[in-house]
């Protein structure tokens, strides 16, 4: 069987969506997994106007926007009092789409279902990796095959999408120090209270902070934000944790806590790369998603920058095809495609990792005062001149695919 080869490290968002866009360009795609299932982290995401012209390209653009809910919502004190509201028609009509909430399972589960047939291997862990330089293919140590055993895999092209503590990462960038501890925790969840919410909103206090999106099933996805030391946890409980630190915050806050029961809550340190990486690839290997440049979730960001890699990456490396085939490594040399791919990317998703940082310092501001002026500052912005606060999401929001 003709065609060049790809073996993706990691089956999350990033690599999922990886294997479909290379796959989609008639590569030869191994997507390997360490876990035995595929468990999505996380409870729900938002997909932003950028990250579903980026699914559109993989075909799951609409699939996406059937499954979410849409609506109006905005920004809160934790009083309760509207800061901002969300015109959804002017995001529309800025941006060309809208920004949609949905469960992270109902986006994992179509970007798996869109794979290859046998694609996906589970309980496949990726040990080390040689870049293959100077005409050489990339090899691949996976353990965990047929039950127990180790195997060196070949390929043109190898993703490392395996997360924030990337072991591909530490391998050809042994120097780089890695991720750091925001000083904050994130608790997420996936709940149905009664009665049911209506709003989203992303809701600010002193140093806190909560979202609470409304699902299309009538379910709640909430995440919950305050300082906390790295490894920590709830001597007492985390749903009890949670009713002490927002307890007499605005409805629906703690009605959604009361309403989750301790299992649906998790609990994950919030970590990112505050050092970037000085590019993304190395011989035949590329880093997508948190590998590459784990971000802090203000902007929401994370999986919306993996979903752009992916799509960016199967570009530059163009058509799997075999020798001769139009789309030969003879007219697409892959590891002079990853350093294109590496130049286009590094400079924009740590860019966008940078803001992400800025945002978690102006959400989570700690002192009365410094929070009085903010929420005051932009309820005054939303009032007067809207159109200014849109347009910081500009940058971000404005990605087009790349045109062949």
């Not at 008639?26 to 876990?35: I, S």
């Not at 595929?38 to 609409?62: E, M, Y």
């Not at 905005?74 to 789409?97: C, E, N």
């Not at 979730?297 to 960016?312: F, K």
Request: proline share 6%; charged share 25%; hydrophobic share 45%.
């Amino acid at each position: 069987m003709g065609g060049r080869t790809a073996i993706v490290a990691g089956a999350g968002i990033g690599g999922l969506a990886a294997g479909c866009a290379l796959a989609r360009r008639g590569w030869r795609v191994r997507v390997l997994e360490r876990a035995e299932e595929i468990r999505p982290v996380g409870a729900g995401l938002g997909v932003a106007p950028n990250a579903l012209r980026a699914l559109d390209v993989l075909g799951l653009g609409d699939p996406a926007r059937t499954r979410a809910l849409r609506g109006g919502g905005g920004i809160r004190a934790a009083s309760g009092r509207w800061l901002m509201r969300t015109d959804q028609d002017a995001v529309r009509r800025r941006f060309g789409d809208e920004l949609v909430v949905l469960r992270r399972s109902d986006l994992v589960g179509l970007l798996a279902g869109a794979l290859p047939e046998s694609a996906l291997r589970t309980g496949a862990r990726v040990v080390s990796v040689a870049p293959g330089r100077a005409g050489r293919l990339a090899q691949v140590k996976v353990e965990g095959v047929d039950g127990g055993g180790s195997e060196v895999l070949e390929a043109d092209l190898v993703v490392a999408a395996d997360g924030i503590d990337s072991a591909v990462r530490r391998e050809l960038f042994p120097r780089h120090p890695g991720p750091v501890h925001s000083g904050a925790t994130c608790w997420r969840l996936l709940t149905r209270p009664e009665p049911p919410v209506g709003e989203a909103a992303e809701i600010w206090g002193r140093g806190h902070c909560a979202g609470i999106m409304p699902l299309r099933d009538g379910s709640v996805y909430a995440y919950l934000v305050a300082p906390a030391p790295e490894g920590g946890r709830a001597e007492g409980g985390e749903r009890r944790a949670l009713l002490e630190a927002f307890g007499d915050w605005c409805d629906p806050v703690p009605r959604v806590i009361e309403s989750a029961p301790e299992e649906a809550l998790i609990r994950g340190d919030l970590r990112w790369l505050a050092t970037p990486l000085p590019e993304y690839h190395r011989g035949r290997v590329a880093l997508l998603g948190d590998a590459a440049h784990a971000m802090l979730p203000y902007l929401g960001q994370g999986a919306c920058q993996a979903i752009e890699d992916a799509v960016e990456l199967a570009h530059a490396v163009g058509p799997g095809g075999s020798e001769g085939a139009g789309g030969s490594e003879a007219s697409v040399n892959v590891p002079d495609a990853l350093a294109a791919y590496s130049a286009s990317r590094a400079p924009r998703a740590n860019a966008v990792a940078a803001a992400s940082a800025r945002a978690e310092r102006v959400t989570r501001m700690r002192s009365r005062a410094g929070a009085a002026v903010r929420d005051a500052g932009l309820a005054a912005a939303s009032r007067i001149t809207p159109a200014v606060f849109m347009r910081q999401f500009e940058r971000t929001f404005g990605w087009e695919p790349p045109k062949d």
